[in-house]
């Protein structure tokens, strides 16, 4: 309970910090919302239009810093990100809340599915350590972690979008379906998936192959391991319930370390595939100088990514009895 | 065998720090493929005039361009030659690769053996800070740096990497140094009265090298995926010639669906490579540091 409530108590802090590089980035680079809106509207913008939007927009600031920060903390706890740029005058968090279950759905998914993956596979080829599997594997999976998410996305559309036209190179799913639980529209969202996820699968699986594997080849020479071989027990047994479940802990902890990483690189696959999630709606809120909205998706995305590494302490918590113990 | 080897060497004359590391790496096949990618594209960036003379931004040839003998990969959109391209793209990102794997890598060594060797209070809170920034996703941060930036220069781009980068090192070093501090030849430097200093750099560091090196590897394998991401979604310098930028313009003017598909492919290639290069390298000089990892054929006999 203690180690929990110790992750739980990191979890804050870097919250805290991630809110606090969020409110220093604006403030300390070049670079403001109101002029890219002048930009927009031509100098056009002027006397009360322009004080209503400064107001709106919340840069209409003779407060001093303290209050100024005081004001930001309560807007975010209350997800009120101000007005969009782009889609004046809609609200941010109106259109980043559109855009968060697709990137749920695509990267959450993908991304347990690859850990799972990845790490059975890191099991069987240190379990397997000197045969032919892990003499092939680990050289493989090596390369797979150099190889650029958004360019493997460019290289799967080539090939079974434009080469051989199986699947769709774009967007979430096709046009003219509604929205909702019907036959046309969830097949046509799983069809619009295949390619960004399998994408994300191959480039991110490597890392968790390699963690787990590392982390087996350590475990399968404790004494422990050979207590349990001199028992007789089945292989498959020591395999999973005695080795691979203590190798799991460094694989958590690099789960936490890693995550950030894959998320990064889905950012780009959702741009390629210009997927409606919040990956591509960070690159276009770039590409539109739309401040408020890319400060809210960075916050969006840090909190995701620290939600991820508290789950990973928990899984920890449950496996690693050391955990429980009080320290 | 490397451990055997150095027993054997006689005690009156110094080891050379990274004798050791040179001849592991000779003998691993991995760290061998890696060194001739990694020289393939230094000489590549050391004189492209040489190999493609000529200004590579320059539109001189026929649009879109299939492969032909006159352009190894064909032309760009523009009339530009990809090979060209590729060639002269190679300098930039080899920079961007190097100076912020070096500066990351000495800010891990500051922060990570500090850590390590203050203790206490220092420790908690240097193992902290390394620790929030390790975390935060870097993309969507240097992403959002880069879009309050204007004007975009190789600094920049440097600089958010460099900031981003170190922390991953610094938590490892920190390992390394809290588990060598208690040993023999330490303790012995301390009670023949060396300063922290002396014993730092000159007793602990060079035990530290293959570690600090598989670092810089992996920063500047870090560095060359998310830069040439951020050029690739239009955060770079559009005007200059890289393979992200060149990925880039590729996107932009539809490569992969009008038949030019080299345009997209070959850049895109050259960065898998690069990484590959630096992702075997850091692959390699983590089996140094850690014997455990290495292949057991020779053990089993």
């Known amino acids: 309970m203690k180690f929990v409530l110790r992750r739980l108590g990191f979890f804050l802090l870097t919250l805290w910090a991630a809110l606090t590089i969020n409110f220093a980035i604006p403030r300390l680079l070049p670079g403001s919302p109101i002029t890219s809106l002048m930009a927009r509207y031509h100098g056009r913008l002027q006397g009360a239009p322009l004080k209503a939007v400064e107001a709106e927009l919340g840069v209409d600031n003779h407060d001093s810093l303290l209050t100024q920060y005081l004001t930001y903390l309560k807007n975010c706890a209350r997800f009120d990100f101000g007005k969009s740029v782009q889609y004046f005058p809609e609200s941010v968090s109106h259109q980043v809340g559109s855009a968060l279950p697709w990137t749920l759905g695509l990267v959450g998914v993908t991304t347990v599915l690859a850990f799972v993956l990845g790490t059975g596979i890191g099991a069987v080829s240190a379990w397997r350590r000197g045969g032919r599997l892990d003499a092939v594997l680990p050289p493989v999976f090596v390369v797979a972690t150099g190889l650029p998410y958004f360019w493997v996305a460019m290289m799967l559309i080539l090939v079974f979008a434009v080469a051989h036209p199986w699947l769709p190179t774009a967007f979430g799913s096709d046009e003219g379906l509604t929205a909702g639980f019907n036959a046309d529209f969830i097949s046509s969202v799983l069809q619009h998936a295949i390619l960004p996820s399998v994408t994300i699968l191959i480039s991110s699986i490597g890392v968790w192959v390699l963690i787990m594997r590392n982390s087996m080849v350590t475990t399968l020479a404790e004494d422990y391991v050979r207590m349990a071989r001199a028992k007789g027990l089945p292989g498959r047994r020591i395999m999973w319930d005695y080795a691979a479940r203590n190798a799991m802990l460094p694989s958590l902890t690099g789960f936490a370390i890693c995550i950030g990483g894959v998320v990064s690189g889905a950012v780009l696959v959702e741009y390629v595939f210009a997927y409606p999630g919040v990956g591509y709606m960070l690159v276009q809120a770039v590409e539109n100088e739309d401040f408020p909205m890319m400060q809210a998706l960075f916050l969006l995305i840090t909190v995701a990514v620290l939600l991820a590494v508290l789950l990973a302490d928990i899984a920890t918590a449950v496996l690693d009895p050391h955990t429980r113990t009080a320290r | ?301």
């Not at chain 2, 003998?27 to 004189?47: E, P, S």
């Not at chain 2, 500051?110 to 929030?132: C, E, K, N, R």
């Not at chain 2, 880039?248 to 960065?271: E, R």
Request: hydrophobic share 55%; net charge positive; proline share 4%.
């Open chain 2, 1 to 301: 065998m490397t451990a055997t080897l150095d027993a054997a060497v006689p005690l009156t004359g110094r080891r050379i720090p990274g004798s050791s590391v040179a001849r592991a790496m000779a003998g691993n096949r991995k760290a061998l493929a890696g060194l001739l990618i990694l020289v393939f594209f230094v000489v590549l960036a050391a004189v492209p005039d040489w190999i493609a003379p000529g200004d590579p931004a320059a539109s001189r040839y026929g649009r879109s361009l299939g492969a032909s003998a006159h352009h190894l990969f064909g032309t760009t959109g523009f009339g530009q030659d990809v090979a060209a391209q590729v060639v002269h793209g190679t300098r930039p990102i080899l920079l961007i690769a190097v100076l912020s794997g070096v500066f990351a890598t000495l800010l891990s060594v500051l922060i990570g053996v500090s850590a390590a060797y203050l203790g206490g209070l220092w420790d908690d809170l240097l193992s902290l800070f390394t620790d929030v920034i390790l975390v935060i996703p870097v993309l969507p941060l240097v992403v959002v740096i880069a879009g309050y930036f204007a004007h975009r220069s190789l600094t920049v781009m440097i600089a958010a990497l460099v900031v981003t980068g170190w922390s991953y090192g610094a938590r490892q070093l920190r390992a390394q140094a809290l588990s060598l501090r208690g040993r023999d030849f330490l303790e012995a430097a301390r009670v023949r009265g060396e300063r922290r200093s002396y014993i730092i750099v000159v007793e602990l560091l060079p035990n530290m090298t293959s570690l600090i090196i598989a670092n810089f590897m992996n920063v500047a394998l870090y560095s060359v995926l998310t830069a040439s991401g951020l050029e690739f979604i239009g955060l770079g310098d559009t005007s200059s010639v890289d393979w992200g930028t060149m990925l880039y313009w590729a996107q932009n003017q539809a490569a992969l669906q009008t038949d030019q598909y080299l345009w997209a492919a070959v850049p895109g290639l050259c960065i898998a490579l690069l990484s590959t290069s630096f992702a075997l390298l850091n692959n390699a000089f983590d089996e140094i540091s850690n014997p455990a990892l290495r292949p057991v054929r020779r053990l089993r006999g």
